[in-house]
């Protein structure tokens, strides 16, 4: 059975910084890609960041560029999110997916993901 274990959310200032981390365990195949979505309140769940199995093989969301950083560690079985300059509309909760395998450009996408975190409540006040 599959587990994706969230840690490191929480509430904190705009322009201040959080890192969330996730772990697999449970496993027996290497993911196409790791990635993070979050949800707000009354919205859709939304695409943030993934990484695909090799280095430099990372994606954002144009809201987050410059401000996130997705990093994966394969031996670990771990992906991180370190969030930078937070802001007020950054508040969601931020849910890690794994993807077995993946179309193409396909990696925004929830339905690509075949396993899903817990969530992590990440608030950002002004």
């Known amino acids: 059975q599959v587990q994706l274990v969230e840690s490191g959310g929480g509430l904190v200032q705009a322009g201040g910084s959080l890192r969330l981390s996730c772990t697999m365990s449970?496993?027996?195949?290497?993911?196409?890609?790791m990635g993070w979505f979050r949800q707000a309140p009354g919205k859709e769940r939304e695409f943030v960041a993934a990484?695909?199995?090799?280095?430099?093989?990372?994606y954002y969301v144009d809201s987050v560029k410059s401000r996130f950083t997705i990093s994966r560690d394969n031996a670990k079985s771990t992906v991180s999110l370190q969030m930078n300059s937070l802001k007020p509309e950054d508040t969601a909760v931020y849910y890690c997916?794994?993807?077995?395998?993946?179309?193409?450009?396909?990696?925004?996408?929830?339905?690509?993901?075949?396993?899903w975190g817990q969530g992590t409540q990440v608030t950002v006040s002004s």
């Open positions: 997916a794994v993807a077995r395998f993946i179309r193409t450009g396909a990696f925004g996408s929830p339905s690509s993901y075949d396993y």
């Open positions: 449970g496993h027996t195949f290497s993911p196409a890609f």
């Open positions: 990484a695909g199995w090799s280095a430099g093989s990372t």
